[in-house]
T-cell receptor, first 108, second 113 residues
Framework: LAKTTQPISMDSYEGQEVNITCSHN???????ITWYQQFPSQGPRFIIQ???TKVTNEVASLFIPADRKSSTLSLPRVSLSDTAVYYC?????????FGSGTRLQVQP | NAGVTQTPKFQVLKTGQSMTLQCAQD?????MSWYRQDPGMGLRLIHY???????DQGEVPNGYNVSRSTTEDFPLRLLSAAPSQTSVYFC????????????FGPGTRLTVT
């Protein structure tokens, strides 16, 4: 159940774009990359998922290069409410395991 | 749909006591899992199930049992509570394990004294 590697923390200011990179060198052919957001005292919440290239939804974009050994979550124009912990997961065939996550602090 | 529900929300146990944390989902999801989260840490997988009658161990299974007799329910049993099991416990479910969003319950905050 090899996990992913992310920065422990990041700081940003309101209105900026934030990019969080995740390393997953041992990704398997049928693994997806999924990102979750967690606020204090709440369960994680799904943000976005992808297999390769680029995926965009109403809250974020996910960039996965051709070798799929890393991925980047992009949050456009963050606000104070985006302060949270962000987890990158490889969704393997049998189980999902979380790493330590990236604690994003957005300042006014 | 109620989504994923967990009971109780809070629980205090004495060392050596046993109890069952309840988890239920009404979305007909095949995949269910239990995680624990210690203060300031990430989630660690305890046990998971890919369907009724099928369970498997995660990263930290010792001291916990699970069963999956129905699609809807996935209870987590603490056999003999220890202070090291003080944590917040999250249950999650998804349609399948690969390629589908996981839905998390609100969590159970457990304190073992």
């Amino acid at each position: 159940l090899a996990k992913t590697t992310q920065p422990i923390s990041m700081d940003s200011y309101e209105g900026q774009e934030v990019n969080i990179t995740c390393s997953h060198n041992n990704i398997a052919t049928n693994d997806y990359i999924t990102w979750y957001q967690q606020f204090p005292s709440q369960g994680p919440r799904f943000i976005i998922q992808g297999y390769k290239t680029k995926v965009t939804n109403e809250v974020a974009s996910l960039f996965i290069p051709a070798d799929r050994k890393s991925s980047t979550l992009s949050l456009p124009r963050v606000s104070l409410s985006d302060t949270a912990v962000y987890y990158c997961l490889k969704t393997g065939r049998r189980a999902l395991t979380f790493g330590s996550g990236t604690r994003l602090q957005v300042q006014p | 749909n109620a989504g994923v529900t967990q009971t109780p929300k809070f629980q205090v146990l004495k060392t050596g006591q046993s109890m069952t944390l309840q988890c239920a989902q009404d979305m007909n999801h095949e995949y269910m899992s239990w995680y624990r989260q210690d203060p300031g840490m990430g989630l660690r997988l305890i046990h998971y199930s890919v369907g009724a009658g099928i369970t498997d161990q995660g990263e930290v299974p010792n001291g916990y049992n699970v069963s999956r007799s129905t699609t809807e329910d996935f209870p987590l049993r603490l056999l003999s509570a220890a202070p090291s099991q003080t944590s917040v416990y999250f249950c999650a479910s998804s349609y399948r394990v690969v390629g589908y969003e996981q839905y998390f319950g609100p969590g159970t905050r457990l304190t073992v004294t």
